[in-house]
Structure formats: structure tokens, C-alpha cells
């Protein structure tokens, strides 16, 4: 297989786990090519993502090293053999490239879990929310700019609006209800949405009231994506220098907890549709 020119976020978190596996196994980049009949520079490349592996080979390093875990490797060789050119690569060049990582992440995720405090969590938005959001990030945007981040927002929602949506829940403040992002037309309207999206069966929203006593979660704004299996979660966080895609079991498994603190601070479902009703009757 060519060596790429750049990895994906899917592609280097493949690399990533067959290096796990390497090293939990004991072995070096030496013993794994010479495993497979190659050499330790293209296993170096294979474990960065800038290579692909086959099945065949991905199959024959695992047994190798001794991995017990049969559903972790088919969820491995699904990465490795998926050769799907989703609808976000159109805007591959145009648009930053942890844009289109998010997307092919959502497109795979079994589930999807997000936690949001100053603003209405992105599967959620309106376009005229989404446009405000952008146009005020950077009010020097180029011509078009704007507009291709808004299209690519509003198409990332197709996860959730499909035939074969995945399961989605969120938790979102209070404060995120009440900012106005936009004018107040489109501050109703983003309420309106969300009630309108909360009435889904495989969507899930809660609320956390600002009356909420002794509330000290307002860190904990994650997307968390479900993997194939639990080895293959994830967390994207946005940092001070970008978009930050986290899996490390330890930290995958404080987010869960952080998600589950959250979601049981919050109002349950029916309160919390009330609660946006009574906001949107407000404006």
C-alpha cells in the first residue's frame, strides 16, 4: 500500500492501537516486521497512520501478539480495510483538516455523547445559529468561508437524522439557552430545533438549570464517540491550539464518569423540554 501523504485522525488512532498491542506484547518495531516480512521503517509508518496494513497482516500480527480480544481486532481490521469516501471529503482543502476528522468520526460512532455550557451543542444548531458562531470566531473570514463551515455543520447532523440514526445524548447549561447568539428571531428558532430534535426516540437532551445548587462541572464540556467497541472511544475536546482527539483508556474512562455526573445533575428528559418550552415562550 502507498505511503500516504497525510493521516487521517481515523488512520493514526489504528496505527496507534496496533502500537498499544506491540508493546503490551513485549515487542519491538524489529520483531513486528519481521513478522509480517517487512522492515521497521514501514511498521513505523503503519503505527503513525501514514501506511495501511492489510487484513491478512493486521490478522497475523494480532495473533502474534497474543491479543485475546477477537472483537477489538475485527473493529481494527473494519479500520484498516474501510476504504469510504464520505461526503466530507469535498471539503478536504478547504476547510481544516480536524473538521473532517470529526465528521469520519461521527460517521463510524456507535453513539454519541456531548456535554456543552456557552454554547448549543453543533449536531443541534441552526444554520443561522452556526453562522453567527463563525462569523463572530473570525469577522475576517474570506468570501465563502463561512458558508462552507455552516454547510459542513448542518450536514454533519445526517447522523442523527438518517433512517439508522445513532443513539445521541447531551446535556446542555443553561447559559448556553439564554446566550443569544444571533438576533432574537434566530434565538427562538434554535429553541424550537432543539425541541423539535428532543422528540426523537434516539435523542436525548437534559438541561442544567443555572438554580442548580453545588454544580462545579462547567469543565467538563466533551463529544464523546462510541467505537465499534469501548477500546475504540473517543473524546474531542476544542484546547487554546485546536481541536484535541483523546483515547487513552485512563482518560476515556474519567470522561465517562465525568458524562454520567453531569447527566445525573441535570433535569430529566420531560423537565428539560418543558424547561426550553418556557425559555422559548420568554423571547
Known sequence: MPRRQQATARQERLGAELRKLREAAGLNGRDAAALIGTDSARVSQIEAGIAGIS?????????????????????????????????????????????????????????????????????????????????YVNPDFPEGEVERRVEHRMKRRIIIERSNPIRYETVVHE??????????????????????????????????????????????????????VPQLDTVVRDGPHGTVFIDAEAQLRRFRTLFRRVEAASLEPTRSRDFIHRLAKEL
Open 175 to 228: 447559559a448556553a439557552l439564554r446566550i443569544k447568539v444571533g438576533d432574537h428571531a434566530a434565538a427562538r428558532a434554535q429553541l424550537v430545533r432543539i425541541l423539535e430534535l428532543s422528540e426523537a426516540d434516539h435523542v436525548t437532551v437534559r438541561v442544567i438549570p443555572f438554580a442548580l445548587d453545588g454544580f462545579a462541572g462547567a469543565g467538563s464540556a466533551m463529544v464523546y464517540a462510541g467505537g465499534q
Open 55 to 135: 487484513e491478512a497482516r493486521l490478522r497475523l500480527v494480532a495473533a502474534h501478539y497474543s491479543c485475546p480480544d477477537q472483537e477489538l481486532i475485527d473493529a481494527l481490521v473494519n479500520m484498516a480495510t474501510d476504504r469510504t469516501r464520505g461526503w466530507w471529503e469535498e471539503y478536504r482543502g478547504l476547510l481544516p483538516n480536524s473538521f473532517l476528522d470529526l465528521s469520519e468520526l461521527e460517521h463510524h460512532a456507535s453513539c454519541r455523547w456531548d456535554v456543552d455550557f456557552l454554547h448549543v451543542p453543533g449536531l443541534l444548531q441552526t444554520g443561522s445559529y452556526a453562522r453567527a458562531l463563525f462569523s
